[in-house]
C-alpha cells in the first residue's frame, strides 16, 4: 500500500516515494509545516518583529521536527516494548521532582541530574502515559473490562497526582487527557464513559480540597474575571479585548494595538491566539483551528491504520493529547475555561512543548509507516 | 502458603476466564479494527464539534460583541494628557516685568523606573539638597499622577547641582534632569507684598482646586496680586490625546489641543516709586501706600519688612522660614493691607467735613485752648492735646477750624465731638472707605473697624459715651484702618470728594472674569465745594505754613515744607500704642520699642492738579510729621519732581512760597 498510496500524493512521485520510504506521512508533514510556518509569522508579530525570537523558535521548531523524524523510524514494537519502563521511569522522576526539584517562578517542575540539561519529567509523561495505558490494553481483550478501566484510571491518575501538585495544573490536566483518550479509544461503553463523566463531576467539588491557593484564585477568576482586575482576570479581559477588537478580519498583521502595546499579557506564549484574534480577525483563528482539526483528522485516520491494538490506541491518544492543548489554550484565551497554563501547540514561543508533540507525531508515523497489511 | 489465602481461587478462576476470552478473541482482528474505527469516527465527531464550540466562541466575540471590546481596546491604548497653560506675566505700568516664567532645569523622577522610590529619593538628597517640604511635595503629586510621568523633585537647581545629578546619572535609574520653568520675581523683596507670589500646588490645593484644570500645574497664586488673579493668570489647560502602551509610556501623539496661556497682566504699580518707598522707608517697619487720585490705581504698595518671594515658588529651607514666620518684625505679614493702626490726626479732615456737613461747625466759629486740656461738661476725665506736657499749661490760644488742621489741635475737635450726634461721623467716615474694603482686587485686604453705636452694642454689649465720641474724633479709641484705606481717604480728599476705589488692575490683554468695577461715579455727600477747597487749604498749610513762630506754623512745615519746589497738601498723624495714664507724660525714651507710637503722614500732590496721594505708616515711630512726613516727601517727589522739570516755570513759582529761613527749632509735630 505504501507505493500505491505514495502515486496520490502531491509530491510527485521520487519525493513521495523516499517520504513514504523514511516512514513520515506527507499529508501530516504539510499540516504540520502549515501551522508552524503561520505559528512563527504570528510570532514575528507578537514579538514586535523580532528576528532573534523568531530565528529562536525556528531553530526549536527544526530541532523538535528532527526528533519527530529519529521518532518515525524507529519500529512501533520498540515503543510497546519500552511503554512500560518508560512509564516507571517517568513516575521515578517525578518522585524525584518532588524531592529534589528545582523551583522556578513558583513551580517545581525542573529535575536538575548532574550530567544532563535540567528537564521538566512531567513533558515525558504525556508521551508515555498514552503509552502506557496503551500497552496495558494491548494485552488485554477489548472492550476492557471495568477492573482494567478502573487500572488505567489508575495509571493515568497517578502521574496527575503528582504533577498538579508542582503545581503544574496545565501539565497535569494533558498528562491525564492523554490517558483519558487512550481508555475513550478503546472502546469502553458509552454508558460507563456516562458513568465515570458524572463520577468525575460529581467528585470535582473535592478538588477544590487538594487545589493551591493560586489555583482556586485562577478557578474563581474564571467565574467572575472583573474579581482582579490587575492580575489573572485582567490577563482575560485583555486577550477578549484583543480577541474581540480584531473582529471579523482583524487589524492587520503588526497593527494590534493589544498586542503590540503590551495590553495583552504574555503575548508570545499562552496567549499568542489572541494575538492571532487581534491582527488577523475571525478569519485567521478560524484558519489555524481548521489546520489543527486537518491535522486531528489526519492523525486519527493514520491510527485506524495501525497494525495492531497497541498502535491504534497509542496513535490515537497521542493525537487527542494534542487536541487537548489545542482545546484547553484557545477555551481558555477565549474565556470559556479558566486559566492554566498551557501552549497553543506548534504556535507559541518555547520549545518544550513541540518537542513533545512532534515526538508524539514521529511515534504515530512510525506506528502508521510501519503498518503492513 | 498462596493457597490459604482467600479468594485466591476465585481470582484465578476470573484470570483463566479472561485469559481464555482473550484468546478466543485476538484473532478478531478485523472486528477490533472496525470497532476502533467507528469509535475514531465518534471521537473525530466530538472534535470537531469542540473545534465548532471555540468558533462559535471566537465568533462571539469578534461579530457580537466587537463595538464593545473595540472600546475596551481604545480605551487601553489612547489616554488624554493635560497640557499646563503657561502663566500670564505680571508688568508695572512701565512694562517692566513684576513676575516673569524663566527656564531652568529641574530634577524629576519617573517612579516606574526606579527599584525603590525611596531609596532613588535618598540618593538624590546625598547629592543635592532636598528638604521635607520637597520630599512630600513629590509624593502628594505622585499620588495623583502615573508612576510613568515625570514627577518633580527638586525645580530649579543650580549648573554645579547639575553637573553632580549627571555625573552619578548611571546609578540613578528614574531620575532625569529636564528644562523647566519657574516662577521668577525680578524685583524680589521690593515687590513681594504687593505682586504677592505663587507656591508649589500643596495636596489642600489639589482638594481644592479644579482637578482638570490644575491637572499639569505646578504653581498656585498665594498671595497678592497672583492669588486675586489666579484664574485670569493660570489660563486654560490644553490637551494632547496620546496612544500609549500598557505601561503608560507614550508612543504617539494622536491629537493636541494647545493650552490657552494665562492672561498677561498689567498692573498701576510704578517699579521705580515702590523701589523708591521701600528705600524711603530704610530699616523702619511701616508701610507706604501711594494710589493716583484721579484712577485709584494703585502707584505703590511697600511693607517692610519684606521677604524674597522667590523663596517660596520652589519652597525654602524650614529654618528659612521659621525665621522668617517668627521674627517679630513680622516680614511675611502685609502691612499696607493687612496693618490694622488707629489712625490718630490722619482722622482730623474726615471729622472736620462731617462736622460741616452736619452744620455743628463752620469755618468761621473759633474756640480757645487755654491749657491744653478738655473735660466734658460734668466730666472728671481730662482729655489732653498733643501739645501738653506736665511743665505746659498754656495751650494753643485762640483756634479756627483752619488753624486746627495745620495745628492738629485736639482741643477743638474734642469740644467738636462733644457736640457732633452719636454716629454722625461713622456714617459719614464710610464714604471715604473707612469700616469696609473698598479696593477693587487687592487680596485679603482687611476692612479696619470703624465703631459706632450699634457696634459698640454688639461687641462690647454697652452703648455709646460721650468720652467715645472724643476719642472716635481724634482718631483713637476702637476706630482701625489700614495703611491702605488712609491712602484712599487721602485721594478722596484730593479729588474733593469724588470717590475712587483703590485697584492693581491697569490693563490685560482681554477683560479679566475677577475684575469687577460696577462703579457708578460716585462722590462724598455732604460737604460743599468750599468745604473741599479750604480743607485742602488746611491741609496744604500743615505742610507749607512757615516762618509764622511755632505755634503758627503747619505741624509739618519744619520737616519736610521748607524747600519743597511743589505745593502738598497733608496730614500727620500719631496713633497711641499703649494708654498713658491719666496725669503721666508719653516719654519716649522709657518705652521699649513696640510700644511706641506709631507714625503716620497722608499726603497728596500737585494741590491743584493731583497725580499721586500717599499714606505713609511707621511703626513705633514716634511722630507723625517728623518721622512719616520725610517719608512721603521723599515718595511724592520721586513721582513729582521728574514732570516738573519738565515744565520749570510753573514749579519755581509756586516754590517761591516756601520760607527759606527757619524759624524756632522744630518740636516734633503732631
Not at chain 1, 316 to 321: A, D, F, P
Not at chain 2, 246 to 274: C, F, I, K, M, Y
Not at chain 2, 418 to 431: I, K, S, W
Not at chain 2, 603 to 627: H, K, T
Request: net charge neutral; glycine share 8%.
Amino acid at each position: 500500500m505504501p507505493s500505491d498510496y505514495a502515486r496520490t500524493l502531491p509530491l510527485g512521485d521520487a519525493s513521495g516515494r523516499a517520504l513514504v520510504r523514511l516512514h513520515l506521512d506527507p499529508w501530516l508533514l504539510l499540516g504540520l509545516g502549515a501551522i508552524v510556518a503561520f505559528g512563527l509569522l504570528v510570532l514575528y508579530s507578537a514579538s514586535h518583529r523580532d528576528l532573534e525570537t523568531l530565528a529562536n523558535q525556528a531553530l526549536r521548531i527544526g530541532a523538535a521536527f528532527a526528533v519527530m523524524f529519529v521518532a518515525a523510524q524507529l519500529n512501533p514494537r520498540i515503543y510497546l516494548r519500552w511503554a512500560p519502563a518508560l512509564y516507571i521511569l517517568g513516575i521515578v522522576l517525578l518522585i524525584a521532582v518532588l524531592l529534589f526539584g528545582t523551583t522556578v517562578k513558583g513551580s517545581q517542575r525542573w529535575l536538575d541530574l548532574p550530567g544532563l540539561p535540567s528537564f521538566q519529567p512531567s513533558e515525558l509523561m504525556k508521551l508515555a502515559v498514552p503509552l502506557a495505558i496503551a500497552w496495558y490494553f494491548h494485552a488485554r481483550s477489548l472492550p476492557p473490562r471495568i477492573r482494567h478501566v478502573l487500572a488505567a484510571l489508575a495509571l493515568c491518575a497517578l502521574p496527575t497526582a503528582l504533577i498538579v501538585p508542582q503545581p503544574d495544573l496545565g501539565t497535569g490536566l494533558m498528562v491525564a487527557a492523554g490517558g483519558v483518550a487512550v481508555i475513550l479509544m478503546s472502546g469502553i461503553r458509552w454508558r460507563v464513559v456516562g458513568a465515570l463523566t458524572s463520577l468525575v463531576v460529581l467528585a470535582s467539588p473535592a478538588l477544590w480540597f487538594v487545589m493551591t491557593a493560586y489555583q482556586k484564585e485562577r478557578v474563581l477568576t474564571f467565574l467572575d474575571p472583573g474579581r482582579q482586575p490587575q492580575d489573572a482576570g485582567w490577563n482575560i479581559t485583555q486577550s477578549k479585548a484583543a480577541i474581540g477588537s480584531g473582529g471579523f478580519s482583524g487589524k492587520d498583521l503588526f497593527n494590534g494595538t493589544q498586542s503590540q502595546l503590551d495590553f495583552l499579557p504574555e503575548s508570545q506564549t499562552d496567549f499568542i491566539i489572541a494575538v492571532i484574534g487581534e491582527e488577523l480577525g475571525l478569519v485567521g483563528i478560524t484558519l489555524l483551528l481548521v489546520l489543527y482539526l486537518l491535522v486531528v483528522a489526519r492523525a486519527l485516520l493514520m491510527a485506524t491504520e495501525a497494525r495492531d491494538t497497541f498502535g491504534r490506541l497509542a496513535a490515537g491518544g497521542l493525537t487527542l493529547v494534542f487536541f487537548a492543548y489545542v482545546f484547553v489554550n484557545v477555551g481558555m484565551v477565549s474565556g470559556l475555561l479558566p486559566v492554566v497554563g498551557v501552549p497553543l501547540p506548534l504556535v507559541s514561543y518555547g520549545g518544550t512543548s513541540a518537542v513533545t508533540l512532534l515526538l508524539g507525531f514521529g511515534i504515530v508515523m512510525s506506528i502508521y509507516g510501519h503498518a503492513t497489511r | 502458603m498462596s493457597r490459604t489465602f482467600p479468594g485466591w481461587h476465585a481470582a484465578k478462576g476470573i484470570f483463566d476466564r479472561d485469559r481464555a476470552r482473550q484468546r478466543a478473541q485476538l484473532k478478531d482482528v478485523d472486528r477490533e479494527r472496525r470497532d476502533f474505527a467507528s469509535r475514531t469516527l465518534v471521537v473525530f465527531v466530538v472534535v470537531a464539534v469542540i473545534c465548532c464550540v471555540l468558533t462559535a466562541r471566537m465568533v462571539w466575540l469578534t461579530v457580537f460583541k466587537h463595538d464593545e471590546y473595540r472600546t475596551i481596546s481604545e480605551d487601553n491604548r489612547i489616554q488624554m494628557f493635560g497640557v499646563p497653560p503657561p502663566r500670564g506675566r505680571i508688568y508695572d505700568r512701565a512694562g517692566n516685568v513684576l513676575a516673569d516664567n524663566v527656564p531652568v532645569f529641574s530634577i524629576f523622577v519617573i517612579p516606574e523606573l526606579t527599584d525603590d522610590v525611596d531609596a532613588t529619593l535618598s540618593e538624590i538628597a546625598a547629592l543635592v539638597e532636598l528638604s521635607d517640604d520637597e520630599i512630600e511635595a513629590f509624593h502628594t503629586l505622585a499620588s495623583e499622577s502615573f508612576p510613568h510621568s515625570p514627577i518633580r523633585v527638586k525645580p530649579q537647581i543650580s549648573p554645579e547641582e547639575r553637573a553632580v545629578v549627571e555625573v552619578n546619572r548611571h546609578r540613578l535609574s528614574g531620575v532625569l534632569v529636564q528644562p523647566d520653568t519657574v516662577r521668577h520675581y525680578p524685583y524680589g523683596e521690593v515687590m513681594a507684598h504687593a505682586v504677592g507670589s505663587v507656591r508649589r500646588k500643596t495636596a489642600e490645593d489639589i482638594r481644592r482646586l479644579d482637578r482638570r484644570r490644575y491637572s499639569r500645574t505646578q504653581f498656585v497664586g498665594k498671595r497678592g496680586v497672583e492669588a486675586f488673579y489666579e484664574h485670569s493668570l493660570h489660563g486654560e489647560p490644553g490637551s494632547r490625546q496620546v496612544e500609549v502602551d500598557a505601561h503608560g509610556r507614550e508612543q504617539r501623539e494622536l491629537a493636541r489641543n494647545p493650552p490657552v496661556p494665562g492672561r498677561n497682566l498689567t498692573l498701576h504699580l510704578d517699579a521705580s516709586l515702590q523701589v523708591a518707598a521701600a528705600e524711603a522707608l530704610g530699616e523702619r517697619r511701616g508701610a507706604v501706600v501711594a494710589i493716583d487720585p484721579r484712577s485709584g490705581g494703585i502707584l505703590a504698595m511697600a511693607s517692610v519688612p519684606s521677604y524674597d518671594p522667590n523663596l517660596f515658588v520652589t519652597g525654602m529651607d524650614p529654618a528659612v522660614y521659621n525665621e522668617l514666620a517668627n521674627s517679630p518684625k513680622k516680614p511675611l505679614f502685609n502691612r499696607a493691607t493687612n496693618g490694622r493702626y488707629a489712625p490718630g490726626s490722619t482722622f482730623k479732615p474726615v471729622v472736620a467735613l462731617a462736622a460741616l456737613a452736619a452744620g455743628v461747625t463752620d469755618w468761621e466759629r473759633t474756640i480757645v485752648d487755654s491749657d491744653g486740656t478738655y473735660r466734658l461738661p460734668n466730666g472728671s476725665r481730662e482729655y489732653r492735646d498733643w501739645t501738653w506736657t506736665k511743665d505746659n499749661g498754656g495751650g494753643q490760644g485762640v483756634i479756627d477750624l483752619h488753624r486746627a488742621i495745620y495745628r492738629s489741635s485736639n482741643i477743638y475737635f474734642f469740644e467738636l465731638g462733644n457736640r457732633l450726634p452719636v454716629d454722625v461721623v461713622p456714617r459719614f467716615a464710610e464714604q471715604f472707605g473707612y469700616g469696609h474694603v473698598s479696593s477693587i482686587d487687592v487680596a485679603g485686604a482687611s476692612p479696619g473697624l470703624l465703631p459706632d453705636s450699634e457696634w459698640k452694642t454688639g461687641a462690647r454689649g454697652e452703648g455709646w459715651y460721650p468720652g467715645d465720641n472724643l476719642n472716635l474724633v481724634v482718631g483713637q479709641g476702637d476706630l482701625l484702618a489700614t495703611p491702605l484705606q488712609l491712602a484712599t481717604v487721602v485721594a478722596i480728599i484730593a479729588n474733593r470728594g469724588r470717590v475712587v476705589r483703590p485697584r492693581m488692575l491697569l490693563d490685560s490683554d482681554e477683560s479679566l472674569a475677577e475684575f469687577e468695577e460696577n462703579e457708578e461715579q460716585s462722590a462724598v455727600t455732604g460737604p460743599t465745594p468750599d468745604d473741599w477747597r479750604r480743607m485742602v487749604a488746611a491741609m496744604e498749610a500743615v505742610v507749607h505754613r512757615g516762618n509764622q513762630g511755632y505755634l503758627q506754623n503747619g505741624t509739618a512745615w519744619a520737616y519736610i515744607g521748607q524747600d519743597i519746589a511743589y505745593r502738598m497738601a497733608g496730614k500727620s498723624g500719631t496713633a497711641q500704642v499703649v494708654g498713658i495714664a491719666q496725669g503721666e507724660e508719653y516719654n519716649e525714651e522709657e518705652l521699649d520699642e513696640y510700644s511706641r507710637k506709631h507714625a503716620w503722614f497722608t499726603a497728596f500732590a500737585p494741590v491743584d492738579d493731583p497725580r499721586i496721594a500717599v499714606c505713609v505708616l511707621v511703626e513705633n515711630g514716634g511722630s507723625g510729621s517728623s518721622v512719616a512726613g520725610p517719608v512721603a516727601r521723599e515718595v511724592i517727589d520721586h513721582y513729582v519732581l521728574p514732570s516738573l522739570a519738565a515744565a520749570p516755570s510753573r514749579s519755581t513759582a509756586l516754590a517761591s512760597e516756601s520760607g527759606r529761613a527757619l524759624a524756632a527749632p522744630p518740636r516734633p509735630g503732631d
